[in-house]
């Protein structure tokens, strides 16, 4: 069962009882901006603002990217200050011994991670989503021409996902914590092999963008093996407080898992009450992606795989 709600994350988790969710899964947004009415605007007139609107390629229109990039050192101390009050909320409402998965970029890890663990949490280790997108790789604005051997940053082949953990409880052991607040580990893989760091993945399917054309909104395949890893035992509610489209709750509803999703903007929320039942509907192997590649016991494999070229 999932339930969303229309409110700012910040107010709503003030007003929670401590030690509810087992588990914390979010996409929040980095640049603080880029999701207020006015940049949106821009994103949709295709005139950017603090989104790039990347070039057609072969005739296919990609998706806007944040331009994570044009930030200034201050921005980065109004990052920290934001995360560690919002990760002092989020220390709050998790349990102990549960985890907290989030999204993040090369650029802004630092920022967010040191943030997070100033709040209270444990640094568990950094989930890299193996996916070839647009971001970085750019020429030099306005002098594209000029210096079309040059780039202005990598091409990104992965995205970082920060895992942390709240301490468990003072005293209490792993299988302690686990049997009393069902919270601590994390869960293997439905074949046995331990949860891993490193997990191939795709670009999110335009049937999936079809149901919720939000800029951002990740895959089932991927959020799926997320949402089934943090929930160790099958039980507990998932809390996703930047909630977007609501991947993180479909998934976690596809798994039969309970969740909470906080979404501020309103047309988001609304994209999300329609778009959550659809997603978990859809039909997705979590972990088809990471079998292409084992199966082939080869690097080379990997390296066609993320060059599209498998």
């Known amino acids: 069962m999932w339930k969303l709600y229309l409110a700012d994350c910040f107010e709503w988790m003030k007003e929670q009882e401590p030690n509810q969710f087992v588990a914390i899964v979010t996409d929040p947004p980095y640049s603080l901006e880029e999701f207020n009415r006015e940049n949106l605007e821009k994103m949709k007139r295709g005139s950017g603002g603090l989104w790039r609107i990347p070039p057609k390629i072969g005739g296919y229109e990609r998706s806007p990217l944040p331009r994570f990039t044009v930030f200034s050192p201050?921005?980065?101390?109004?990052?920290?200050?934001?995360?560690?009050?919002?990760?002092?909320?989020?220390?709050?409402?998790?349990?102990?011994?549960?985890?907290?998965?989030?999204?993040?970029?090369?650029?802004?890890?630092?920022?967010?991670?040191?943030?997070?663990?100033?709040a209270g949490f444990e640094l568990r280790g950094i989930i890299v989503r193996l996916v070839q997108t647009l971001r970085g790789g750019f020429r030099p604005k306005n002098a594209e021409d000029e210096y079309e051997d040059l780039c202005t940053m990598p091409r990104a082949h992965y995205e970082p996902w920060a895992l942390f953990r709240k301490p468990l409880e003072k005293g209490l052991t792993v299988a302690e914590n686990l049997k009393k607040w069902k919270a601590g580990a994390l869960r293997r893989d439905p074949d046995g092999r331990p949860f891993p760091d490193v997990i191939p993945s795709e670009r999110t399917p335009e049937n999936e963008r079809?149901?919720?054309p939000h800029p951002t909104l990740k895959p089932q395949s991927f959020m799926r093996r997320i949402v089934w890893a943090v929930v160790p035992l099958g039980e507990g509610q998932v809390l996703d407080p930047f909630c977007g489209a609501g991947s993180t709750l479909a998934a976690a509803e596809a798994l039969g898992y309970d969740s909470v999703g906080l979404e501020v903007n309103p047309e988001y929320y609304e994209m999300a009450l329609r778009a959550i039942p659809e997603l978990a509907k859809i039909k997705v192997d979590p972990w088809f992606f990471e079998r292409r590649v084992k199966n082939t016991g080869k690097m080379l494999a990997l390296t066609r795989f993320l060059l599209n070229e498998v």
């Not at 560690?84 to 909320?89: S, V």
């Not at 409402?93 to 997070?116: D, K, N, Q, R, W």
Request: hydrophobic share 50%; net charge positive.
């Open 210 to 212: 079809a149901i919720a």
């Open 74 to 118: 201050e921005h980065r101390k109004v990052m920290y200050s934001y995360f560690y009050e919002w990760g002092r909320l989020a220390y709050k409402v998790l349990v102990p011994g549960g985890h907290l998965v989030i999204a993040s970029t090369p650029i802004f890890l630092p920022t967010v991670a040191s943030a997070i663990v100033d």
